[in-house]
């Protein structure tokens, strides 16, 4: 059994759940913050048998889009003294994802 914590677009998830819960995946969803955009943003979890992980990741790679952003960097992250922060763009996702190995899983 794995885990598969999926960091997503708030714009995603809707279709992302769908298609993981038509394919009889389980799946939670949580809402959550990047650290550095201090936006919003989703967490999916997946509980899913190891041999089923790469179709749950092809799903996520299909569904989610990377897009560009504009962030303005902070003043610790600026050099020097005077700095004028400029927006500057970034590129974000489409899915940030970790698989960890789950040691127990029941419901009782
Ligand atoms: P945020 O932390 O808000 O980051 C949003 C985007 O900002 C990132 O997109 C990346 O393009 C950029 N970024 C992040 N840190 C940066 C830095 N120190 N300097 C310059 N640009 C930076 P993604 O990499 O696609 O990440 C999207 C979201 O996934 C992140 O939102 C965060 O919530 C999560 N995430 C990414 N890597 C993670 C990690 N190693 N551990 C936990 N969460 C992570």
């Given at each position: 059994?794995?885990?598969?914590?999926?960091?997503?677009?708030?714009e995603d998830?809707n279709?992302l759940m769908?298609?993981l819960?038509?394919k009889s995946?389980?799946v939670?969803k949580l809402?959550?913050?990047?650290?550095?955009?201090?936006?919003?943003n989703?967490t999916?979890?997946?509980?899913v048998?190891?041999?089923l992980?790469?179709e749950?990741?092809?799903?996520?790679?299909s569904t989610?889009?990377?897009?560009?952003?504009m962030?303005?960097?902070?003043p610790?992250?600026?050099?020097?003294a005077?700095?004028m922060a400029m927006?500057v763009?970034?590129?974000?996702?489409g899915a940030?994802?970790?698989?960890?190995?789950?040691?127990?899983?029941m419901?009782?």
């Amino acid at each position: 059994m794995k885990l598969v914590f999926a960091i997503v677009h708030d714009e995603d998830s809707n279709i992302l759940m769908d298609k993981l819960t038509e394919k009889s995946f389980g799946v939670t969803k949580l809402a959550s913050t990047g650290g550095f955009l201090k936006s919003g943003n989703t967490t999916m979890i997946i509980g899913v048998k190891k041999e089923l992980v790469d179709e749950v990741i092809d799903i996520i790679r299909s569904t989610c889009k990377t897009r560009k952003e504009m962030a303005t960097p902070t003043p610790m992250l600026a050099e020097g003294a005077g700095f004028m922060a400029m927006p500057v763009e970034i590129t974000v996702g489409g899915a940030t994802i970790f698989v960890v190995d789950v040691e127990k899983y029941m419901k009782v």
